[in-house]
């Protein structure tokens, strides 16, 4: 059972990259079940041959997602967290990082998987990059936490398909309470969703990034 208090495997580089590798071709994958216009016979033969290698893949399993560490041996990630897990299909995945000035920043491209309007990004697909993006800004604090409050402001269609860009920065930290906001941006640099949020550490909270 995954959880919590799962003790977590943890993955280095080398032995992360085949799994990687597995989650682009599954992601890849996904895309082709969702735009794909073969006969019934096909998509039943195609399915089952998809149902072999899930028994494959479930011959040996994990009780959890892994981490991911650094040549330092610290924690860095989590492998399999929706928006920028390298090992999880489900992930866009969205390339985050952090400036010396406590900025996080990522661009990334959205492809019809994600989509909600017709052309346009899902509004919840958006809110989920941005809480993630304002989530590692506010770690950047030194004081992280989880999700405690999210506001958005959707101020046009995030466009699919195109590049976008997503910032956050954490703006203040009042005793365990984290502040901090962000938005994404299209290719033409206008706003398209901000958001603010509230991020709360529980006591013994241990930081780490998300």
Known sequence: MSGAMTERHTLGEDEAA?????????????????????????????????AALTERLRAVRRDAPPFLVTGAHRIDRQAGNPVSGPLNPVAPPVDLDATADGIV???????????GPPSYVHGGVSAMVLDQALGMAAAQTGVGGMTATLEL????????????TVEAKASRVEGRKIYASGTITGPDGRVTVEATAMFVTPQNFLVQER
Do not use: H, K, Q, S
């Open 105 to 115: 920043r990522g661009e990334f491209t959205l492809n019809d998987v994600y989509e």
């Open 153 to 164: 402001r959707y101020r046009r269609p995030t466009p699919l398909g195109m590049p976008l």
């Open 18 to 50: 085949p799994l990687a590798g597995l989650a682009a071709r599954v992601r890849e994958l996904i895309e082709a079940a969702v735009l794909t216009d073969v006969g019934r016979d096909e998509a039943r033969a195609v399915a089952d041959e998809i």
